[in-house]
């Protein structure tokens, strides 16, 4: 009987190993090396500096003609924007049978925030507060991107941005460095797997490293002036999760950074990057930034700049050519050395090996088309866009609304737009696909709801005379939903406005609905903060849904009648008028805090100094209560640690979100700290009428800072707590930190 279960047992075994696919044992890192090794030894100089160049496709993914002849010489190491399974696998066949030593090429593209089916812009995402997201919205994009050819993509976009007049906020999670840095982990995760060799990921390129999204007046590619202790606070804490998380590719950025472009610039390539962090991937610069290193002043000439990019530490040069033009010479004028180049070429065939590139250069050309757009990714990016929207402002309940309303007006530019909730960077989504916000009502309301729509007004310019028949839909309705917003061309990279009010008329028509006395909400789309001072005063509910993708239309009726309720929060300050720009929550307190009734205090004479909206901030349609704030010891060492604890309970009548957020305040240390700093958060779930403890845990990397040497350590003191549901208020506690 025991051999008989035996035979069988092993009988099973042999049929599934007959029919399930061969596991790949993947190569160790030091057969890696050895390869590289050996391919160094062989290549010429001519086909090293090939590999550390990438060309630029054609806009609609093919390639030029020149990359068959240079991919054939060995000469082009990567492309950008060529894609397309059938056209990418044309160009790797010349490179794997054609070429001499048969490296293969790397295919770049900038999926951003989806491929073909198309999610909430990244700042969008960040406010769900909820990482897991963004890593499911970035995996599905790999997978899509994966089946067109592509093996490499631009994202994620970590840039601390605290200035929303800068266009490319719409391409990061907000101002804030432990949020920020959460989602950096998250994407980069989502992208690349736990291997990114494994079919449907893809590599990952954490950037604009680094301080590019504190660009001077919110202008972009403008200066950037801090200081070290500021950088190594704020600015690279995101990049630093991106590497951890194991972020194969950097991307250096366009900025000068305290007189040293970013392209250019040996502390962040090497000192930090290389030295501190140990990064043994590569990196790219953006497109032709070691060219505008001559704009920059740094260079007088081509050969200039491919000197001080390539031996600061940048290893692939974007679009420009000027390391393949001139690097023969600066090795033989002894300005760059061999081991330079070979170190470079080095770090980006260790990628393409971790790739998986050399065994399995191909894509399956008949998957192509049925991967992309599917019902399942479509599901996704519904949810997803539902779950990263925020409820600004609903004075008594206006909000959520009734499918069996008699009647609804549907007014304003965004109402029926397909370009604009795809936002920037929305990689081959197509306009046609988008799911509009009428379409997404019209889907929602019961058949016997009047659904009235009027325009009223153009995004930007235009005339007032679609305002008459918007007021005449509002007055002949029951209830009236304005969309006003911004155009996709109005964010994302050299898009920075001076002026963050809504464009054109948009504003003028709210008012004029608003007038006609008939219940109504705004719902924003748009990708950055807007200064919306006379909605937030004067409209009893206002949505933020942002740029919500392919999917937008439908979650933002899931949001409007109540099928999703609303639990994102803000990861950006929106301030109350332009010239409070920068303005962040995680400040410095300055020597004389802001006191209404002393002028001699830090503030303005003509409005509030505070926001608007806070960062955290965010409402529900129903009521969360934190009570019982408990911390586990009054006093720790500086290596301990502390557990907070608070509990929640859902006080309303409806099951919902609420991110439960945890600050913490340095009362005294050798450098000054903010007045609070994010340290941890967590979305939860309650049924009306549950309570639930939510626990955090804080040690030497929360409570750690940058002291005035430039070194990581955590010294005694005093802490405040605040457990809270923004930046603003909450429950209050503290301990103190004694030496180890």
Known sequence: MKSMKLMGLLLILALLSSTMPALRASPSQADIEKKIDALLARMTLAEKLGQLQQLDGESNGN????????????LLGATLNVRGAQRTNQLQRVAMEESRLKIPVLFGFDTIHGYRTVFPIPLAEASSWDPSLAETSASIAAKESYAVGLRWTFAPMVDIARDPRWGRITEGSGEDPFLGAAFARARVLGFQGADYSAAGKILACAKHWVAYGAA?????????????????????????????????????????????????????????????????????????????LKNHGLAASDADAAQAALNAGVDMEMVGRLFNQNGAELLKEGKLSQATIDQAVRRILRIKFRLGLFENPYVDEKREASSLLTTENRAAAREIAGRSMVLLKNDR????????????????????????????????????????????????????????????????????????????????????????????????????????DLPGHQMDLVKAIKATGKPTAVVLINGRPLTI???????????????????????????????????????????????????????????????????????????????????GYGMSYTQFKLSNLRVSAQQIRADGQVTVTVDVENTGKRTGDEVVQLYIRDIASSVTRPVRELKGFQRITLRSGERKPVEFRLSSAELGFYNRENRFVVEPGDFKVFVGTSSEGGLESGFTVTEK
Request: hydrophobic residues 40%; negative net charge; aromatic residues 10%.
């Open 533 to 615: 001072g006379w909605i937030a005063e004067n409209v009893p509910a206002i949505i933020e849904a942002w740029m919500g993708g392919t999917e937008s239309g439908n979650a933002i009726a899931d949001i409007l009648f109540g099928d999703v309720n609303p639990g994102g929060k803000l990861p950006v300050t929106f301030p109350r008028v332009v010239g409070q720009v920068p303005i962040y929550y995680n400040h410095m307190n300055t020597g004389r805090p802001p006191e209404a009734n002393n002028r001699y205090t830090s503030k303005y004479l003509d409005i509030p100094w505070t926001p608007l909206f806070p960062f």
């Open 63 to 74: 390639f030029r003609p020149e990359h068959l002849e240079l991919i054939r010489k060995g």
């Open 216 to 292: 001077e007046g919110g202008r972009d590619y403008n200066t950037t002036e801090m200081s070290e202790y500021t950088l190594r606070s704020v600015y690279f804490p995101p990049f630093k999760a991106a590497v951890d998380a194991g972020v194969g590719t950097l991307m250096s950025a366009f900025n000068d950074l305290n007189g040293v472009p970013t392209s250019a610039n040996p502390f962040t390539l090497t000192k930090v990057l290389r030295g501190e962090w140990k990064f043994d991937g590569f990196v790219v610069s953006d497109y032709t930034a070691v060219t505008e």
């Open 397 to 500: 309940e206006t909000l959520p609304l009734n499918k069996s309303i008699r009647s609804l007006a549907v007014i304003g530019p965004l109402a029926d737009d397909r370009r604009a909730p795809l936002g920037w960077w929305s990689g081959d989504g197509k306009d046609e696909d988008t799911v509009t916000p009428l379409a997404g009502i019209k889907a929602k309301v019961s058949s016997q709801t009047t659904v009235v729509y009027a325009k009223g007004c153009e995004i930007e310019g235009g005339t007032t005379d679609g305002f008459a028949a918007a007021v005449s839909a509002a007055q002949q309705s029951d209830f009236a939903i304005v969309f006003v917003g911004e155009a996709k061309e109005m964010v994302g990279e050299a898009a920075s406005r001076s002026s963050l």
